[in-house]
């Protein structure tokens, strides 16, 4: 066999997200398009917003010689100082470019992140339900995912995430707007993070890192005020993209950024700026960096997220699920009813309707919709999802 024997197993248990895209496809091929309701990816159906069209198309204008050479690896000076003022603002803490790496999209923040921490055989805390990939990018750079379970409120309980910290432990991932719960932390909730994790540190002798991965921020509904991460805690790092704000995925563009007070924060951002080398991403993509660079606090229209999220909660609570109403993202994570998350989404798809089980977010019991389509797809799957609940009571 020619593959690797970790690649293929990781490609046995990889994704249901992408299973559940396959399986949809097969629907739809049989039923027609508009006769499967796909709940499955977290893909962006808005079109990006008017202003990115114009700043694309005038930077794609632009013939100054030369633009399309290489560039510094942490991306365009210029964007890279752009970028800082807007989080100078947002996180409350002053920062300079120098502390900010343009990334091929969150994806390849938090990679980079992970590779310039793990020393082989480290662990990655991180509160579970989660985002799959985080286990594999974890294993990419030799680290450990923990994964902790949140309560029913899917907040992780800070006294459980403190049991799990060793002095193997390189760093806690969270994420917020929260993907696959909706959750959103807030500035009280990360305070008292830091807390602990300063507390923790000092016990362990090493500090433990902090990244949290926040691509949904821009997305929330105004019920819950996201808080700073850099205002709670000083080893800390951002990892974001515009793909989900700005509707761009297919774009990879993001960046990550680095307190100014973490400890080692000058020799860390030199270790992402090699990581971003040396994974073979060299830079972030130059058209669309000097894109995002003109769009600075710029996000597709959320109210029309919130009228989707609201669609959904009212066919869902009508029909009879348990759930938490998401505070932010485009996603609902309601119980399964029964318990069997499996037999739920299975269920679901006889009614043409594509879900994700929680367990491939390592929450069995639960199952994710992604209410990023149309509302037409929203309104017509009310009667499938009323016949399932029907089935399971
Ligand atoms: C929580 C979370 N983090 C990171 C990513 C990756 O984002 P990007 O496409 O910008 O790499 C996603 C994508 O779905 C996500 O949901």
Redesign the pocket.
């Known amino acids: 066999m020619a593959i690797s024997r970790k690649i293929l197993s990781t490609m046995e248990k990889s994704s249901w997200i992408r299973r559940m895209f396959e399986s949809g496809a097969k629907l739809k091929a049989e039923y027609g398009n508009d006769n499967v309701f796909d709940f499955s990816l ?1 893909n962006p159906n808005l079109d990006p917003p008017a202003e990115f069209q114009e700043a694309l198309s005038r930077h794609a204008a632009d013939t100054t010689p030369r633009l399309h050479s290489y560039m510094p690896n942490a991306g365009y000076p210029p964007v890279r100082e752009k970028v800082a003022g807007f989080i100078s603002k947002e996180y409350g803490v002053p920062l300079d470019s120098g502390k900010v790496l343009m990334t ?5 923040a ?1 990679n980079v992140a992970l590779k310039s921490l793990i020393n082989h055989g480290d662990y990655i805390l991180c509160p579970s339900p989660y ?1 799959m ?1 985080y286990q594999f990018y974890c294993d990419n750079h030799g680290g450990v995912l923990n994964a902790v379970p949140t309560g029913p409120d899917f907040l992780p309980n800070i006294e459980r995430l403190a049991e799990e910290i060793g002095p193997r432990t390189a760093a806690l991932i969270i ?1 917020f707007p ?2 696959p719960t909706g959750t959103v932390y807030t500035q009280e909730y990360l305070d008292r993070l830091g807390e602990m994790l300063s507390v923790k540190s000092r016990e362990n002798n090493r500090t433990i890192y902090l990244i949290s ?1 926040e ?2 921020r821009k997305i929330v509904y105004g019920e819950v005020e996201p808080g700073s991460v850099f205002k709670a805690y000083p080893h800390s790092m951002i ?1 974001t ?1 515009y ?2 704000d700005l509707s761009i ?1 297919g774009e ?1 563009i ?1 960046w990550l950024a680095i307190h100014p007070e973490a400890e080692d924060a000058e020799n860390l951002v030199n270790a992402a700026i090699l990581c971003n080398r040396i994974l073979g991403y060299v830079n972030a993509p130059a058209l669309m960096q000097r894109v995002v660079g003109d769009l600075q606090g710029i996000s597709a229209d959320v109210d029309i997220y919130r009228r989707k999220r609201d669609m959904i909660c009212d066919i869902l609570g009508n029909a009879g699920y348990e759930f938490t109403k998401p505070a932010g993202t485009f996603y609902l994570f309601p119980k399964a009813p029964g318990g069997d998350d499996l037999r739920v989404v299975q269920a679901l798809q006889q009614e043409r309707i594509l879900t994700v089980p929680g367990r491939g977010f390592g929450r069995e019991g639960y199952f994710r919709i992604a209410f990023c389509v149309e509302d037409a797809v929203i309104e017509a799957s009310a009667a499938g999802f009323k016949t399932v609940l029907r089935q399971f009571k």
Not at 104 to 108: D, I, N, S, T
Request: hydrophobic share 25%; aromatic share 10%.
């Open positions: 977290g091929v999209g969150a994806g390849g938090l985002f990939e994420n929260n993907n991965d691509p949904y990892a993209s793909s989900k995925p990879r993001g």
